[in-house]
């Protein structure tokens, strides 16, 4: 076998000599050469055009290139032996912290008026919403034992794609003192409520993925003893835990399914002194062949047809009671955009996960029948999408805000606090998943919600 290697070795570099060779004397010569200067040294621009250059003259580029993805392929599923082998594949920073997905945006709507703003209808919320049908386990997913998350870089784990969260201390530090300073500026007439979600890594990955640095119990048992004792922390993890064997994150994609998300709901119940109402109340229906977040990230590596082969269905359960959910692209609430609790999503979305409150939008309000019930303000990323249709049995008015979508970059202003006196808030939750634990961006964006 040794040989064998050895002659592929040499076979492999005497093809590498050949290609460089022919290359000095075969150039495309009608790509127009980059000029060298002293500027563009300084700058950089010289060695960007230069390589911009080469892919455009190099003989036999784009061949090459499909050559190198088959062999990469090739060697990347020599390794994919069994079940539960990993193989690092590629670097899936999927800038989830810095914006999030959505349905297209209907016509807006102008409120008729304050009051009928804030009347619970009693109307469908989107008529054409899919049939209800029984939810259905997938054919294949991965058991007990299987793995998986990394912040950074993607992990192929049998047919389960990751991404693998790592403790940066500094930066949970600062997510804690955020959402106390949250908790200090709403005041002790607002209840706080700190969800901090794993994501399926700490789940279903080998020790060496959810141990030391890549602990997420450790990150959150962290960030839960730095906070103030004005916040209240929901041990969601727990819950999540004792139902792995079931099917509460999807394996294409990032997220959490809903019922995962329910899991979840029971933990906050019981720390905010609700009666979680079981499942067995809620009309359910499902989305098939849904390929998500993580496929993408490894699209252009012939190993993502493991996902594309197997993919999830998303399983979603309706609220029991009647809601109106709109909205809004600012905190002035004077345009609204009517959507649902659970949306439709057309065959031609084939990011199903936007069913949930339609995706991510600044400000979505969800307004219930629990007409004795309190309000609340939900701070989330897309984790908390699939989270908000669970609190429609508890509260008259759900706010759902993503503080992605304020005080930045050009974006609508939100001050929190005169926000949520005016509203009538009675309790905030803010959930988030480990990316956004460790997130500067993010962080910030939360600090400025109080600042």
Not at 110 to 117: G, L, R, V
Not at 325 to 335: F, G
Request: with cysteine; hydrophobic share 35%.
């Amino acid at each position: 076998m040794k040989k064998v290697y050895t002659l592929l070795s040499v076979l492999f570099v005497l093809l590498l000599l050949t290609v460089g060779i022919v290359s000095l004397f075969s150039l495309d010569g009608t790509a127009q050469k980059p000029k060298l200067s002293f500027s563009g040294l300084v700058d950089g621009s010289y060695a960007a055009e230069q390589r911009a250059y080469y892919a455009e003259a190099f003989p036999q580029s784009e061949s090459l290139k499909n050559m190198n993805t088959r062999l990469n392929g090739f060697y990347k599923f020599s390794g994919l032996s069994g079940e539960n082998d990993v193989s690092l594949i590629i670097d899936a920073n999927g800038n989830a912290a810095d914006h999030g997905a959505s349905l297209d945006n209907p016509q807006p709507t102008k409120p008729q008026s304050s009051e009928a703003s804030s009347t619970p209808s009693s109307s469908v919320e989107n008529p054409t919403e899919p049939p209800s049908t029984e939810p259905t386990q997938p054919s294949s997913y991965v058991e007990d034992g299987a793995v998986v998350e990394n912040l950074g870089a993607a992990l192929l784990i049998g047919n389960r794609a990751v991404e693998v969260p790592y403790a940066d201390y500094d930066s949970l530090d600062d997510y804690s003192a955020a959402v106390t300073g949250i908790a200090s500026a709403l005041g002790s007439s607002v209840r706080t409520f700190s969800i901090a979600v794993p994501n399926g890594a700490e789940f279903y990955t080998t020790e060496e993925y959810h141990s030391g640095v890549s602990s997420q119990v450790n990150m959150i048992d962290y960030v839960y003893d730095k906070m103030g004792s004005n916040v209240k922390t929901v041990d969601a993890y727990t819950k999540l835990a004792a139902h792995i064997d079931e099917y509460i994150y999807f394996r294409t994609d990032h997220h959490w399914t809903q019922l995962g998300a329910y899991y979840a709901y029971t933990a906050f119940c019981e720390e905010a002194g609700f009666k979680a109402e079981p499942l067995s109340k809620f009309e359910t229906g499902e989305y098939s062949n849904f390929v998500g977040s993580m496929y993408n990230f490894l699209a252009d590596y012939p190993q993502a047809q493991i996902l594309r082969n197997d993919p999830d269905t998303i399983c979603y359960y309706k609220p029991f009671v009647e809601t109106k959910t709109r909205y809004y692209p600012d905190a002035t609430l004077n345009e609204e955009y009517p959507i649902g609790v659970i949306s439709y999503v057309g065959d031609d979305v084939s990011n199903k996960y936007l069913c949930f409150l339609g995706g991510d939008h600044p400000v979505t309000i969800i307004r219930t029948d629990v007409t004795d019930g309190p309000v609340c303000i939900l701070l989330k990323e897309s984790y908390g999408n699939a989270f908000a249709p669970w609190l429609t049995s508890h509260y008259s008015k759900i706010i759902v805000i993503d503080p992605r979508e304020f005080n930045r970059d050009g974006k609508p202003s939100l001050d929190l606090v005169a926000f949520a006196k005016e509203q009538g808030v009675n309790d905030c939750i803010i959930l988030n998943y480990p990316m956004m634990l460790s997130s500067d961006s993010y962080i910030e964006w939360l600090n400025r919600l109080v600042k």
